[in-house]
């Protein structure tokens, strides 16, 4: 069967203005459990690729900037 | 994609997950041979992986000496789960377990202790004390991985195992990975493998539907059941599943283990109590699944008579260790402990050796019934062994493949076995359209939770293997559009495995036991003549589903008759009635 | 394959990130050096606490927490004075977070000198190691002008056991802030009977916030103190059931028979906890006497209730 692109909101949120990605930092892409974010090189900055989050917040509590935050995933909220 | 690349390693222990019994096992076992190669293979990072990721806010059974003795110990897990145990192993956990305490302190976990500087145990158990909260308990991962850095163990992080390898005399031989980012391949020839893999946590749907809201973290799919499955090893129990009194949605525990101590109790929706020991058990979940049923629902978690203070403290643990992210669902809720009732609810079915009973055989020395393949942590069948069984029992693995390794040399591995395995695990890679990872997990898990989940039903378990049996066919058409879809693709194998066990285990045991776990509604009394055993599910050689009954080990620790009841006899009794 | 084992590499290119001109650069290049055990990664981040930027100190700090050896806890030490709150409270929570007993005496010259944030922080680390050279400094931060410094120091007395902190903690028994009234009772551990500190721990069951009273029942049972024997009783009629929980079970311990009748009424309480505890306390003073009012609860809706009522039955010869 064909595949469609769905779009999904996201329960994690970065703000590129504290975000150090384009220092090298990699810290809350590495610790994620479900490997679901990633670096957008153009920006510079973290984002959340993949709608597959626990809501665990090892992203958050280890981010040194503090630019990341975790929502509850709007299903449970 | 491309045909990724292959690499080869050897190893002398290949520990397969790198959450909590994991890291513990490839210490032991190079603090038991610092000549030995240990390497530490995990699907995600170590540094915040597994059931643990986030830390633990206490131990649930902590056997310290002048709180509770091994065979006390011995005795209340007989008891809460049966009497369907391996004594052997409980009494090797709980021989180790205050040594592990220490050993743990001397890393710098932190542990609660009082003014003194000695530890400050508290009561939850039904019958013992057990309980040592870790209030500062959020750096346990860091301990781990401080150590794992001292001792030069190799860990290879976003490599996701596949499959084991075997020799043709049924010894283990190592085991093959992926990268969840580049899809390159891993062939590791081990003298032994300890897996560590955790829960099987994505088996049923939580009732959000949202398919990584699950009790378990998400990563914990069943992969190590799946992998010990297809190499031959058995599984016991696995009727009985895991299932927990959960925050309603939020799905996190309800933590009676850390509100009850101070005074927080579980209610009905007339603020009443109906159970009167919230400790974690089959006996437990079934009459709070009746009290759901029974119109006195929904089941609450109360905390609103406790003074401000100690909903401060409360909080301060709930909040920071664990799952932190709870405190902002409440806030999303305007829920505060001090004025509002929590509401709970009933979690998704799994497999979880460390809240339940059910997992990879081991015996008291964590050998599975494939020489040379060892289990630790959920998923093996250590019952009710939480985070402390699995560094204890994650020790006891790591030092039997230190010895083990010493008696057998290095196989060589089956370039047939290991090219079957890349077809298999690239297939999804070589399709352009088919089914996606995520619609083919939610079916299998919606069907789970439709014909799997307690009460359980023949009628309804037989339809769920004809369903599994279709999606089976259908997994021929999955497709991944990039690595991390793969390991998608991939895990969602290893839950469709998982998902026909916990089918076939269920139906094979023709009785009701440990409560709501295994409570069936064809089969509704307890039988002991027949059914007072453990049951091994395995592969047969000719690649069925095969199940075999496994007579329980004589009792190291005796249990009487009248003890046996103490978990049957949960119900709060009106007080007229008690009379 | 990406083992550890390949570290060194690594080290010499963050060795350089370290050094760039861009302080962002160099705070990653901090936090990267957290990963590694070598000594040449503690010396890079014992290099970056004197960065001229705040937030590169600070991650140097929070690295730090991952090295080991008295160098780098004299370098943690000496910026618990930094002029930003960040890298002070990274330092203090790196000198926490580990216990290595060879470091005591670089905690113990902190500990009286420097802002009260430094005082503090000294004597919180310093409590695990149970270093008996700290009881000096700390008897006299029991004086602090600094409520969390008199607290810490009382926690680090605790720790110690000693009977020569007994006067001091005496004062802080009746100090004005209650979070270290509460750390004193739980401190006076080692108070035998008879000895002056036993009389703190009976007023302490007096104390205007319950958490103190509650810490001192709980020392008096840990200390069996038969001259505590009426407050306790006293104690059961306490207003907030968790003191008289506490109460009831030192008295159970102390074996008082006058306690009876309190310890009956606390059986009918509606907090089953409290009832439970009241009916093993019944079950250690092994009293006939008891008999009828635990008869009364061998009935008990709480299965936990029952089953504590039957073995003090059992114990009272019933």
Request: proline share 6%; charged share 25%; net charge negative.
């Amino acid at each position: 069967m064909p595949l469609a692109d769905h779009a999904a909101s996201v329960p994690v949120v970065v703000d590129d203005a504290k975000c150090i990605a384009a220092k090298g930092c990699t810290v809350c892409v590495d610790v994620c459990p479900l490997d679901v974010l990633a670096i957008d090189l153009v920006r510079g900055s973290a984002y959340m690729k993949y709608d597959e989050c626990w809501y665990c917040m090892p992203c958050e509590v280890d981010c040194p900037t503090g630019a990341v935050t975790v929502n509850i995933p709007y299903l449970l909220r | 994609m491309s045909t990724p690349k292959t690499e080869t390693l050897e190893a002398d222990v290949l520990v397969i997950g790198g959450g909590t019994g994991g890291p513990m096992a490839a210490i032991r076992a190079k603090q038991a041979n610092p000549n030995l190669r240990v390497v530490l293979l995990e699907k995600a990072n170590v540094k915040r992986s597994g059931a643990i990721s986030m830390g633990m806010d206490g131990l649930n059974n902590a056997v310290i000496p002048g709180y509770a003795t091994p065979e006390q110990y011995v005795k209340e897990i007989t008891i809460a789960n049966d009497g369907i145990v391996h004594q052997q192993a409980l009494m090797a956990y709980a021989n180790g377990s205050y040594d592990m305490i220490r050993y743990l302190d001397s890393l710098d976990v932190k542990f609660e202790k009082d003014g003194a500087g000695d530890y400050a145990v508290r009561k939850v158990h039904h019958m013992g004390t057990y309980v040592l909260p870790m209030p500062q308990g959020h750096h346990v991962k860091k301990v781990l991985y401080r150590q794992l850095r001292r001792l030069r163990i190799g860990v290879i992080n976003r490599y996701m195992a596949t499959r084991l390898l075997t020799t043709p005399d049924g010894r283990i031989g190592g085991a093959i990975g992926v990268n969840t980012r580049t899809s390159e391949f891993l062939v590791i020839r081990a003298r032994t493998v300890i897996m560590a893999c955790g829960a099987a946590g994505r088996l049923g749907l939580p009732a959000s539907g949202y398919l990584f809201g699950t009790y378990e973290n998400a990563a914990n799919c069943g992969d190590g059941h799946a992998m010990a499955y297809h190499a031959g090893a058995e599984l016991a129990n696995l009727e009985c599943y895991q299932i927990n009194p959960l925050i309603k949605d939020y799905n996190g525990p309800s933590c009676a283990y850390v509100t009850g101590p101070f005074g927080g109790y579980t209610a009905n929706n007339k603020g009443a109590r109906f159970i009167e020991c919230d400790y974690w058990s089959g006996q437990m979940m079934l009459e709070f699944w009746r009290e759901l049923q029974s119109g006195n629902g929904p089941v609450f978690l109360n905390m609103t008579h406790l003074a401000p203070e100690t909903v401060g403290e409360i909080e301060t643990i709930l909040h920071s260790n664990e799952r932190p992210s709870r405190g902002r669902f409440h806030a999303g809720r305007g829920t505060d402990y001090r004025h509002r009732m929590v509401e709970m609810h009933i979690s998704e079915i799994g497999f979880c050796a460390g809240h339940s009973a059910s997992g990879v055989w081991v015996d008291e020395r964590a050998r599975t019934s494939v020489p040379g393949l060892y289990a630790a942590g959920d998923m093996a069948s250590v019952p009710h062994n939480y985070m402390l069984g699995a560094f204890v029992n994650g020790a006891i693995a790591g030092e039997e493949a230190a010895r083990f390794c010493a008696e057998v040399d290095l196989p060589e591995p089956d370039p047939d076995a290991i090219a079957a395995e890349q077809e298999r695990v690239l297939a999804p890679t070589r399709r352009t359209d088919g089914l996606t990872p995520h619609e083919v997990e939610y079916k299998t898990r919606r069907l789970v939770n439709d014909y799997l989940a307690p009460p359980k039903i023949t009628a309804k378990m037989r339809i769920a293997q004809e369903r599994f049996a279709e999606i089976r066919d259908d997994l021929n058409a999955l497709v991944a559009r990039d690595p991390h879809e793969l390991m998608r693709a991939l895990e969602v194998q290893s839950i469709l495995d998982c998902a026909d066990m916990a089918a076939a285990a269920s139906l094979y045991r023709t009785e009701s036991r440990w409560g709501f776990y295994h409570y069936r509604i064809d089969h509704p009394e307890t039988d002991n003549d027949d059914w007072f055993c453990h049951t091994m599910l395995f592969k047969d050689s000719d690649g069925a589903m095969r199940h075999r009954k496994r007579a329980i080990d004589p009792y190291v620790v005796p249990v009487d008759a009248t003890e046996m009841t103490a978990y049957q006899n949960l119900r709060i009794v009106p007080a007229e009635a008690a009379e | 394959m990406p083992l550890f084992d390949s570290e060194p590499d690594d080290l010499e290119d963050l060795g350089l990130r370290a050094r760039s001109d861009d302080a962002g650069v160099r705070r990653v290049a901090m936090l990267a050096l957290a990963e590694t055990a070598e000594p040449e990664a503690a010396e890079l981040l014992i290099a970056g606490l004197t960065d001229p930027a705040a937030e590169v100190r600070a991650a140097a700090a929070q690295a730090l927490e991952e090295h080991a050896g008295p160098a780098v806890v004299g370098a943690l030490v000496a910026v618990l004075d930094d002029p930003d709150a960040k890298v002070r409270e990274a330092a203090a929570a790196a000198l926490a977070e580990r216990h290595e007993p060879d470091t005591a005496p670089l905690l113990i010259a902190r500990a009286g000198h420097g802002s009260a944030f430094a005082r503090a922080a000294a004597f919180r680390a310093l409590r695990e190691l149970a270093a008996p050279g700290a009881a000096g400094v700390a008897l006299d931060a029991l004086a602090d002008p600094c409520p969390v410094v008199r607290r810490e120091a009382v926690a680090v007395l605790g720790w110690l056991r000693t009977a020569a902190a007994q006067p001091g903690l005496m004062q802080t028994a009746y100090d004005p802030e209650p979070e270290v009234r509460r750390a004193t009772m739980t401190a006076l551990v080692s108070v035998a009977s008879g000895a002056p500190g036993a009389e703190a721990l009976i007023a302490g069951l007096r104390d205007t916030d319950w958490r103190v009273r509650e810490e001192a029942a709980a020392t008096i049972a840990r200390n069996k103190l038969p001259e505590a024997e009426t407050a306790l009783i006293r104690g059961m009629g306490d207003p907030v059931w968790q003191v008289r929980l506490k109460s009831a079970a030192a008295l159970g311990r102390l074996g008082a028979i006058a306690a009876l009748p309190a310890l009956a009424v606390a059986l009918a309480s509606e907090v089953s906890n409290l009832r439970k505890e009241a009916a093993a306390a019944l079950g250690e003073i092994a009293d006939p006497a008891a008999l009828p009012a635990l008869r009364a609860v061998a009935a008990d809706p709480d299965p936990d209730v029952r089953k504590t009522a039957l073995w003090a039955i059992g114990r009272c010869g019933g």
